[in-house]
């Protein structure tokens, strides 16, 4: 069988996924990744769906348990008293994203994987697509990934489609066990547990510690989110400005955030949330914020170029799936390639509305749950319909 080159632009979860499942499948591949550096994704957090770690435990020796942190509920609270509401059996595992990161190249290896390679462009030639790089050589292949993320450049160039604002930003930190009092630190554990308010909520959960290197340390800590609904304008625009003010379009790293904004945390902290809430975000030595954002697109494939994961459709987070469709993504391109004998046409051809269908289920399916969960304060536990991960289509076993 004759299998592409590939090129695969972005090295985070969707692609280091197409780089391993298609090297697999006999394809020659390379990575070329932006940052100068190898990710870290500071160790936040992810629930686990089986599309994340599936490479890792069907074709590395990764043990589940090795890289996460097991839970067998998860818990709703009045986030002001921190009363519980609600609870319902849920057995989800949590990992922290460099874990799954580290482990995905240590099985691609590191000889192809070329950091500091921004791409800028890419030009369709007669006999192929080439990349363009802001610095290094051009890269032709037979097939380039676009696995860039929410903030693609590659889709920007292709389609008229930008992420749009969903109308609020996420606080989010981590807190290790020895920053917590024990009661909070029992509090949390085993569970994912919500903290309900009018307008907001707090996500908060277990995951392992993992050093700068993306080693585990055998240590656990908790990850939150609070989100605050926050309207378009000068509120939003002072919040997202750091400390040599820039304002920054999606995150604001914590060394940047001014301290106005962490007084405005610390103080919203004080008077909305109660109890182990309260506590675990007053404990967080280094929140930061992130604005959320979701992006669809009708299209995936443009001839030998193709969007995975962030890159075409940019999910919002509360069914905790993103990843696990970034990696769906890949495995499924494989999967298609592999079927038609490497001919990439045809195996555009059926991968394309699947993977469309998939991707607009999934966005439809966390846009409900952020109208009910940033609204009201009364999120419904254990509402099949907003059960984490990806939806299953009637017409397709994938999904
Ligand atoms: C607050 C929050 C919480 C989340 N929680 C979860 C969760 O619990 N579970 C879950 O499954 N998902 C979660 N997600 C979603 C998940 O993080 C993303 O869906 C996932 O990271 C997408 O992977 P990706 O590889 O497509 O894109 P990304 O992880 O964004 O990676 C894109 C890569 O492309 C690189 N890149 C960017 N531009 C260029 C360029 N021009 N040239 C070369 N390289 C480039 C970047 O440096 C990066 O390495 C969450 C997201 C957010 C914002």
Redesign the pocket.
């Known amino acids: 069988m004759n299998m592409p080159k590939v090129a695969v ?9 197409a780089a391993n499942v298609l090297r697999d499948i006999g394809c020659e591949v390379d990575v ?4 100068p550096q190898f ?1 870290s ?1 500071f160790g ?6 089986p599309e ?1 770690v599936r490479y890792l435990l069907e074709r590395t020796d990764t043990q589940l348990d090795e890289i996460s942190v097991p839970s067998t509920s998860m818990r709703y609270y009045d986030g002001a008293t921190a009363q519980k509401k609600g609870e319902t059996d849920a057995s989800w595992h949590f990992t922290a ?1 460099n874990a799954v990161y580290q482990k995905l190249l240590d099985a691609f290896g590191t000889d192809r994987y070329h950091l500091g ?4 462009h890419i030009v369709q030639t007669e006999s192929g697509p080439v990349a363009h ?2 610095s290094g050589p051009p890269a032709s292949a037979d097939l380039i990934v676009c ?8 889709r920007s160039e292709l389609l008229d489609v930008k992420p749009k604002y969903a109308g609020y930003v ?1 606080w ?1 930190g981590m807190v290790d066990e020895s920053e917590l009092s024990e009661k909070t630190w029992n509090f949390f554990q085993d569970a994912f547990s919500y903290g309900l308010l009018e307008d907001s909520h707090v996500i908060a959960y277990p995951i392992p510690q993992v050093s700068t290197d993306g080693r585990l340390t055998g240590r656990h800590r908790l990850n939150f ?1 609070w989100y605050w609904n926050m309207d378009e304008g000068p509120d939003l625009d002072l919040l997202m400005t750091d400390r040599s003010g820039q304002r920054r379009p999606v995150s604001v790293h914590h060394e940047a955030i001014t301290e106005q904004n962490l007084t405005g945390l610390r103080e919203r902290t004080e008077s909305q949330l109660g109890g182990p809430f309260r506590e675990l975000i007053l404990s967080a030595s280094k929140p930061f914020v ?1 604005v ?1 954002s979701d992006a669809e697109v009708d299209r995936m494939a443009f001839g030998n170029i193709v969007l ?4 075409a459709i ?4 509360h069914a ?7 990696a769906s ?1 890949a495995w499924s391109l494989a999967e298609q390639l592999e079927m038609a004998g490497g001919l990439v046409g045809e195996a555009l051809a059926a991968w394309e509305p699947e993977r469309l269908a998939i991707g607009h289920a999934y966005v439809a399916k966390v846009r409900a749950m952020a109208e009910v969960l940033q609204h009201g304060g009364n999120f419904p536990p254990g509402k099949a319909e907003y059960k984490f991960g990806l939806p299953r289509l009637p017409h397709t076993a994938a999904g």
């Not at 936040?44 to 769906?49: C, E, K, L």
């Not at 696995?147 to 590659?154: A, E, F, K, L, Y």
């Not at 940019?314 to 987070?317: A, L, M, V």
């Open positions: 632009i972005g090295g985070s979860i969707a692609g280091l996924t070329y990744e932006r940052t990710l994704g936040t957090g992810i629930v686990v769906q994340l994203y390679r921004s791409v800028t790089f802001s696995s860039d993320g929410g903030g693609s450049v590659v996420t989010r989110q992130t959320v995975i994961g962030d890159a940019t999910p919002r987070p905790a799936a993103g990843a696990a469709k970034a993504d």
